[in-house]
């Protein structure tokens, strides 16, 4: 069964430093989203995106995040520049198409903590 | 704002008892309802999904909901639970119209099965 999945499963950086988190979205999927959770908080939505441009996104991601899809197969997450705050889950999810009652398939997550 | 309450952060049953999940939502209308599951280590999985209609829906691995309208609900029940239920139960919002949506999560329910 297709499946989104995500690299690295847990990345550890230092404060001030880029990350880029990537995810293979399922195959003839269009929509890519980026979700987040920080321990024992609500899952959040961050960003979601579309004909390679962004869609919408949240006030949570500023000026420090951006999402790419550079290749047929990749959608990437990149943080410029870390800060402690950003230690959180990151889901990615792609869906196949534009009809309200689509599902989002998930990803298992990337674990990042900023020390 | 759409905002997703689960008021029970940790849910505790024996193995064979019957479960309900709580999940509450706030929306100016009849928002799309999901509930997710994430065992450790994987994604999060669709259980199941209410769009209109009958407002009792069947989902997967034995899960059913029931959307109450008067009381902004959406609970997740099971007659009679498996010790590989054992998982973070998600409720979640979606708006109800075109497009790429975003999710709104509650904050999750963990869900311990004694044996």
């Known amino acids: 069964e297709p499946e989104v999945t995500q690299t690295p499963s847990h990345q550890v950086t230092q404060m001030g430093q880029e990350v880029i988190l990537r995810c293979v979205p399922i195959?003839?999927?269009?929509?890519f989203y980026w979700y987040r959770q920080i321990l024992g908080q609500k899952v959040e939505f961050l960003v979601s995106f579309y004909n390679n441009e962004i869609s919408e996104k949240s006030e949570i991601f500023d000026d420090q995040f951006s999402v790419e899809r550079p290749d047929g197969s990749n959608f990437t997450l990149k943080i410029r520049s870390t800060k402690l705050e950003d230690s959180a889950m990151y889901f990615c999810?792609?869906?196949?198409?534009?009809?309200?009652?689509?599902?989002?398939?998930f990803g298992p997550g990337t674990r990042l903590t900023v020390l | 704002a759409q905002s997703v309450t689960q008021p029970d952060i940790h849910i505790t049953v024996s193995e064979g008892a019957s479960l309900e999940l709580r999940c509450n939502y706030s929306y100016g209308a009849t928002p799309y309802l999901f509930w997710y599951v994430q065992s450790p280590g994987q994604g999060l999985q669709l259980l199941l999904k209410y769009f209109s209609g009958d407002t009792l829906v069947q989902g997967i691995k034995g899960f059913e909901a029931e959307f109450k309208r008067s009381q902004s609900s959406f609970n997740l029940r099971k007659p009679s639970v498996h010790w590989s239920d054992a998982a973070e139960y998600f409720c979640a919002v979606g708006r109800p119209i075109q497009g790429a949506q975003k999710l709104v999560f509650g904050q999750g329910t963990r869900l311990t099965i004694n044996p």
């Open positions: 195959s003839n999927h269009l929509y």
């Open positions: 999810a792609s869906m196949e198409r534009n009809r309200v009652k689509d599902e989002q398939f």
